[in-house]
Every structure is written in structure tokens, then in C-alpha cells.
């Protein structure tokens, strides 16, 4: 073969080898990789597989936990106790019983259950004539708008806040309510700002099933200027006011809706706090000062005869119990201590809080108490009188027979960073509920007991 030949035999076997080449290596599309992507498997790429690197795929799936671990199941948030009754600062409010109908669940019955009661419907005729709604009496409560003396209302195991009042008397200090919740006192500052006015109004009736307007007028009186003192008797149909005449301390009991009034006492001494723990008696004790000695006494409703019960401590704030034999007292140190009048005997409970945030139960074996986490070193009652002191509470339960003593609620964790300066506590009939005002805002709480 001459050499002209043997080259162009050698070109001609290369441009086969070429064409080959290009053949196997553009007829083949390749592959899916799992992540979605075309994996080349070429020819060539198998000979010289760093020429060009295959698609890596990602394994997303967590490694298996080889710990032995188990979460626990998502636990269910439990309900707050403590509830916010008011949407605003109020003045004062009265626990009362209130009627409404029953809530009857409705049961949707069965397809087929309530077409053969169609069917018997239609071949029998009833003649039995329709019941009257069941009904029940639940707690309610009302309290006066501390800005505009409107009253609200709300039963306590459904907070829905109504208006049920129109009437506006700007800047209530103080508010009581009484006969069941339909008769209102309100003292506020005159115009003057020195002068005290204390108003006596009655409350019109609501009807069961009617709406609440609210804008019902309260109609009433006004008591003798710069009443010093006023309670309320305890089972709310009257009233005990303090007011001086010259240099005499005059005690007077009221009946709201008849407006009898009856002077039980009268006294040269003219610096008293008054308490009606039991339709027999009033208590009254001196107002307290850290360094002056506090006395309290008992005066009889009927005999009218004032009688010593203790004395001589400086700071004294006192709180009798229902029965009227045991007195819970604090002095200028906020110890706690229960006095029996009977026996003379004194027990220390070892807290520290003032009586006034306390109440005793219907049966005069236990009380409730709001009590300070911390207790800056002051002179007491003095400084928390005036606001310079502002206390955190827990509500503490003491057990007056054996003397066991039980915190059953820490107010800040229920409701998060507001903390509670817990005053004027007050209890439902039955118990259920403890209500009070936090002093450092004036609005209305509830915690439910049980």
C-alpha cells in the first residue's frame, strides 16, 4: 500500500471512531436522581468519572433517636382561678342572690328518631299543657364606676359586664350596696373638696327574663354632711354611720328603704372605725397610728351599751368574726392574731398582713387572707394608709381550730407581671367565691374557690 493510501485509510478510521463516539454519547438521556435532577451515565463519563461530577442527592430524613426518649404529650393549660371582674376602677360593690332561667342543653336526636316522632305526632294529639323554664339563684355582683357612679352588674361564674344605672355622680370615693343588692351608697367630695357627701339611693327592681337597659335612674336622699364612718349590717338591709356634732362622735342606724333612723351611740371621743359583724352587735375601734395605743369595743344594737373588748396596742386594727366571739387583730408590727372574748385567751398566727384584708367565713373557724410576700420596714398602718407602701399579696386560708394555714393562690402567677394589693375581700353566700379590689387600681377581682 503506498503511503498516499495508508494515510487516507488512517483519517477515514478516525472519522468512523469519531462518529461512533458522538453516537453513544448524545443517545443516551440518563437518569432521575430521588431529588429530581438527570443523573448522565454516558459512556465516556464511566471511563473519566472526574470529568465531570455526578449529582449528589440529600437524605432529609432525621437520624432514628437512639436515646430511648420520649416527648410527653402537650399538657392542657389549666384555667385560671383568678378573674378580672370590672373594666373599670370602681368605688365599691355588694355580692347579692339573682334568679335566671337554667340553661337547658339542647339534644338533636336521630334521624330516624325524629321521623317516627313525627309520625306519632301526627296520630297523637297531646293535651298536656306547657311547663314554666326551670330557674335558679346564682351569685351575682354590682359595683359603682369610681369615675362616673354608673352601676354594672355580672353573675360570678359567667363575667358578662352590663350597665345597669344611668345615673352619673362624678368622682365616687366610696360605694356599699345593700338590700340585696337594690338599695346604693355612695360618698363622695363636694365641689369644695373638704366637704363629704354621702348618698342613699334604691335601686329599681329587675324582672327575670327582662333586658338590662341601663339606663335606670337611682332615686334618693342624702345623709348628714362629713359622715366619718359607715359599714353595713350583715345581712345588708341597714346601715351604721359615724358623723360628730361639735366635739361628740354620734352613732346612727338607718334603714334604706323606710329611712327609720335610730342613734344607737354617742361618744366625746371622735376617732373611730366601725365594723357590723352580726345583726347584735357593732364593733368600734379606734383609728390605728403605729405609735398611738388602739382600743376596740362592742356595742349592743338593742341595749345600746358599750362595752370594752381589748386595748392598749399600738397600731390596733381589728376585724370580729361572725359569732361574735373571736376578734382577728393586727398591731404596728402587721402580726396577725386572733383575740376570743370569751376565754381572754390570744393566739399569734404567725403572719403578718392587716385585718382589713382579710374575711372570715360564715361559721367563725377560718378566714381568708391576702397576705404580703414582702414588708418593707415602715411605720404601720400608717404608711400603707397613705399609699407610700404598696404591698404584693398571696391568698392564705387559716384554720382557726388547728391552726393550719394554706396558700391557695399565688396572685402574680395566675395573671401574669400585675400584682395584687388585695382589699375590701368579701365572700359569696356560698362560699364559692372570694372577691376583693386591688388597691393599687381599684378594679374588681374574683377567685374562684372551688
Same mark, same amino acid.
Given at each position: ?93 355588694? @355580692? ?65 359586664? &352590663?350597665?345597669?344605672? !344611668? ?19 355612695? &360618698?363622695?367630695?363636694?365641689?369644695? &373638696? ?25 332615686? !334618693? ?73 388602739? +382600743? ?27 359569732? !361574735? ?24 398566727? !404567725? ?28 411605720? +404601720?398602718?400608717?404608711?400603707? +394608709? ?20 394554706? @396558700? ?43
Amino acid at each position: 500500500m503506498s503511503k498516499r493510501n495508508l494515510k487516507l485509510f488512517i483519517i477515514i478510521l478516525v472519522i468512523i471512531v469519531i462518529i461512533v463516539f458522538g453516537f453513544l454519547y448524545f443517545s443516551n438521556t440518563g437518569t432521575i436522581s430521588p431529588t429530581g435532577e438527570t443523573q448522565g451515565i454516558n459512556f465516556i463519563s464511566q471511563f473519566f468519572p472526574s470529568s465531570k461530577p455526578a449529582t449528589q442527592t440529600t437524605d432529609t430524613t432525621p437520624p432514628a433517636d437512639i436515646s430511648g426518649f420520649e416527648p410527653t404529650p402537650e399538657a392542657e393549660t389549666p384555667a385560671f382561678r383568678l378573674t378580672k371582674v370590672s373594666s373599670m376602677p370602681i368605688a365599691g360593690f355588694g @355580692i347579692f342572690m339573682k334568679e335566671r332561667f337554667k340553661e337547658i342543653p339542647t339534644i338533636v336526636p336521630p334521624v330516624i328518631q325524629a321521623e317516627q316522632t313525627a309520625i306519632e305526632n301526627t296520630i297523637t294529639t297531646t293535651t298536656e299543657k306547657p311547663t314554666a323554664p326551670s330557674t335558679e339563684f346564682i351569685s351575682a355582683v354590682r359595683y359603682v364606676d369610681k369615675i362616673s357612679g354608673n352601676i354594672y352588674q355580672t353573675f360570678a361564674d359567667k363575667i358578662d359586664e &352590663r350597665k345597669f344605672s !344611668g345615673t352619673v355622680i362624678p368622682e365616687v370615693r366610696e360605694a356599699y350596696l345593700a338590700n340585696n343588692g337594690e338599695s346604693v351608697i355612695m &360618698r363622695y367630695l363636694k365641689s369644695d &373638696r373638704k366637704t363629704i357627701e354621702t348618698f342613699v339611693g334604691n335601686l329599681p327592681k329587675e324582672f327575670l327574663g327582662a333586658d338590662t337597659t341601663g339606663s335606670n335612674e337611682v332615686n !334618693g336622699s342624702f345623709l348628714p354632711e362629713n359622715i366619718t364612718d359607715l359599714s353595713v349590717s350583715p345581712d345588708n338591709s341597714k346601715l351604721f354611720y359615724l358623723f360628730n356634732t361639735g366635739n361628740t362622735a354620734v352613732g346612727t342606724i338607718l334603714d334604706p328603704l323606710t329611712n327609720k333612723k335610730s342613734q344607737i351611740f354617742d361618744s366625746s371621743f371622735t376617732e373611730w372605725t366601725s365594723f357590723w359583724p352580726n345583726k347584735n352587735i357593732i364593733t368600734l375601734t379606734t383609728k390605728p397610728s403605729a405609735n398611738v395605743l388602739g +382600743y376596740i369595743y362592742t356595742v349592743d344594737v338593742n341595749k345600746k351599751d358599750l362595752t370594752k373588748v381589748l386595748g392598749g396596742i399600738n397600731g390596733l386594727t381589728t376585724l370580729t368574726s361572725p359569732n !361574735g366571739k373571736l376578734v382577728l387583730y393586727g398591731n404596728n408590727n402587721l402580726n396577725l392574731s386572733v383575740y376570743n372574748i370569751n376565754t381572754r385567751e390570744v393566739n399569734t398566727l !404567725g403572719i403578718k398582713t392587716l385585718p382589713e384584708k382579710c374575711v372570715w367565713n360564715k361559721t367563725s373557724d377560718g378566714i381568708y387572707c391576702a397576705v404580703p410576700k414582702f414588708i418593707d420596714a415602715k411605720e +404601720y398602718p400608717d404608711s400603707w +394608709y397613705m399609699g407610700e407602701t404598696s404591698f404584693s399579696d398571696k391568698i392564705w386560708t387559716i384554720n382557726i381550730t388547728n391552726e393550719k394555714t394554706i @396558700i391557695i393562690s399565688d396572685m402574680t402567677s395566675n395573671i401574669g407581671t400585675e400584682n395584687m394589693d388585695a382589699i375590701k375581700l368579701a365572700l359569696d353566700e356560698a362560699e364559692n367565691y372570694l372577691f376583693f379590689v386591688n388597691k393599687k387600681d381599684s378594679y374588681l377581682w374574683k377567685l374562684d374557690l372551688k
